[in-house]
């Protein structure tokens, strides 16, 4: 019954254009699944490796073998497509490097479809021999007439040819080499560079390869007007002093690229490109488009995070970048929390012609632990320089600080000079895997206590943290810590300029700035001398989530009074790190082996 109304129901659609009729096929009937049509011809090819790819997608014959369920091939077009192959097999070849390879193709009889065989032994690979590499134009010219820079380009452009003698020769090493010689060249200010002349010559006898590339430099770019485009609020000097380059100065594409990052990191535009035009005619003085985005006049940032240290906090930030119609910003930073709670800003310049900018600081702070609260207060003036990987301050600064306990009351003045200086290479600046961070930092000046001493000081300081892959997806990173503060008379100098461990950032296992010397009333104080260090292995917990890593570490360290006094506490323990969307997120559980105890280190900071 149901195959008789079949064929009625399948013209009644017919007739409302949604099938066809006819009479169903018997797999329609049953259900059963069709078949694969067949490919026009079977291609087997037998070659080593790669090369069994390269001609299995690219011979006419692999076109027949993606052709199914059309009508069959002819045998004159299969005997046509056989004959052509071997010199399709050469030629496919030759474009990796081998010459004089042996090929058979042949068509295996009785089958059906046809079935065609390429059998391929490719012989040996031929190596370059020798490079000729020259160049014309003005860094011809710059070279011949002994101008260092332009022999210097010529010589890191010959070492850096990709196809040194020896190496295996194949079209796409030979075009991937060209690109990257060309490119070097460019970046280099001839940025209208171009190939005068390439050719390679195969000797099969010896299976070398001799290879000859001629460039034409053309001009070499230098500076000439500078168009800034995009200002709103800011003065046009504050992006001509971040140039860097004199007009005259060769435009090579890490000028560019570094003045393009100095904007970026300026503190006054959120989005910054800086573009060369190539028209050789006006190479001599080339125009630079610098188009910039600026940032808000005015910004208020509102955060809140929690960290073992200090416990839960909220802080107010607020910039202005252009205070009362000066080329001055203007930061102030109100933080709030359980165990510290501050106020501190800074009126800084923008910044000058040498990269520099003029810096006005203050800041009044009030720490608290479980033995003693440090109260105190500085004003700082000085200069600053910020580049994408070196920092450097020098300042003068008066301080004044407090110390209180449940039994006493301390109090110190100093005035100083000072100098820090800090290097950054880092692959990220929120989880880095590659590179190191140092900071050093000196001072020296005059303090007097409550007890009326007085006398000079000085204070070093330095800190250093590596990081490097360990291979597995492993990554390691080590941190050592130093620090030591020299006084005469036996002055005390102010707290803040002591020194204090344990905690985040320091030896975990311990809480927060516990780690030093004992005063008089049994409290703990800051020490005259600092060491630290750390060493941390972590990983990715998954390919799916490498942003969240688990990690294991050791810590150890004190502050005391002397170098000799200073016996390390050790701290053990794991954790897991999570760059989340609101920002870092850390959680340590460590084992402190003086205190026989596990103390977590918890952190995490947003901001709104």
Not at 237 to 247: D, I, K, T, Y
Request: hydrophobic share 40%; proline share 6%.
């Amino acid at each position: 019954m149901k195959a008789a109304l079949a064929r009625p129901i399948a013209c009644l659609l017919l007739a409302l254009g949604l099938a066809g009729c006819g009479t169903l096929d018997p797999s329609q009937r049953t259900g059963a699944p069709t078949a694969p049509p067949e490919p026009l011809v079977e291609l087997v090819v037998d070659a080593p490796g790669e090369l069994k790819a390269l001609l299995a997608n690219n011979l006419d014959l692999a076109r027949l073998t993606r052709l199914a369920g059309q009508d069959s091939v002819s045998d004159p077009e299969v005997a046509r497509l056989v004959g052509a192959a071997p010199a399709q097999v050469r030629e496919l070849l030759e474009t990796e490097g081998y010459f004089q390879p042996v090929v058979q193709v042949r068509r295996e009889p009785d089958t059906s479809p046809p079935r065609v065989r390429v059998s391929v032994q490719p012989g040996p690979r031929v190596h370059i021999g020798r490079v000729t590499f020259e160049v014309e134009g003005e860094l011809e010219r710059q070279a011949s007439a002994g101008e260092p820079r332009a022999q210097a380009v010529l010589a890191a452009l010959r070492d850096g040819w990709q196809l040194q003698p020896g190496a295996p020769f194949s079209n796409a090493r030979w075009s991937d080499a060209k690109a990257a010689a060309l490119a070097q060249l460019r970046a280099e200010g001839y940025a209208a560079a171009t190939w005068s002349g390439t050719g390679a010559q195969v000797n099969v006898n010896d299976d070398s390869v001799r290879l000859f590339v001629v460039a034409d430099s053309g001009p070499l770019f230098r500076a000439g007007v500078l168009d800034v485009q995009g200002l709103e609020h800011q003065d046009d000097s504050s992006v001509r002093n971040l140039a860097g380059f004199e007009p005259g100065a060769p435009l090579t594409d890490q000028l560019l690229l570094d003045y393009q990052e100095r904007l970026q990191t300026s503190g006054l535009f959120d989005r910054a490109s800086v573009v060369l035009d190539p028209n050789p005619e006006q190479a001599a003085a080339a125009r630079v488009t610098v188009r910039v985005h600026e940032l808000s006049l005015q910004q208020a940032t509102v955060g809140i995070g929690y960290s073992a240290n200090a416990g839960p906090r909220t802080s107010l930030e607020h910039w202005h970048r252009r205070l009362l119609g000066w080329p001055v910003i203007s930061r102030t930073r109100v933080e709030w929390g359980r165990d510290r709670q501050a106020v501190e800003g800074d009126l800084s310049t923008h910044v000058k012609h040498d990269f520099w900018r003029n810096l006005l600081g203050y800041s009044v702070e009030r720490q608290k632990t479980n033995e003693d609260t440090v109260t105190s207060a500085s004003l700082r003036l000085g200069r600053s320089q910020d580049t994408p990987h070196r920092q450097r301050f020098y300042f003068v600064e008066a301080l004044s600080a407090t110390r209180t306990t449940a039994d006493t009351h301390e109090q110190a003045n100093a005035l100083s000079g000072n100098y820090h200086w800090g290097w950054r290479q880092l692959d990220s600046n929120v989880l880095p895997t590659k590179g190191y961070t140092l900071s050093l930092q000196s001072g020296a000046g005059r303090a007097h206590d409550q007890s009326n001493r007085a006398g000079a000081f000085a204070r070093l300081y330095g800190r250093t943290t590596l990081y490097r892959p360990l291979g597995g997806h492993w990554f390691g990173s080590a941190r050592l810590e130093l620090g030591q503060v020299y006084t005469a008379n036996g002055v005390e100098v102010p707290d803040p300029l002591r020194f204090r461990a344990g905690g985040d950032e320091s030896v975990r296992g311990y809480g927060w700035r516990t780690l030093a010397p004992r005063a008089d009333d049994g409290g703990v104080t800051g020490g005259r001398v600092l060491f630290t260090t750390s060493l941390e292995a972590g990983r990715p917990v998954s390919a799916r989530l490498p942003s969240v890593w688990w990690a294991v570490f050791v810590d150890a360290g004190r502050a005391a009074d002397n170098f000799s006094e200073l016996k390390p506490a050790v701290g053990v323990g794991a954790g897991v790190r999570w760059r989340s969307p609101v920002g870092p997120l850390r959680l340590d559980l460590a084992y402190g082996n003086e205190t026989r105890e596990w103390r977590l280190h918890a952190s995490v900071g947003i901001a709104f």
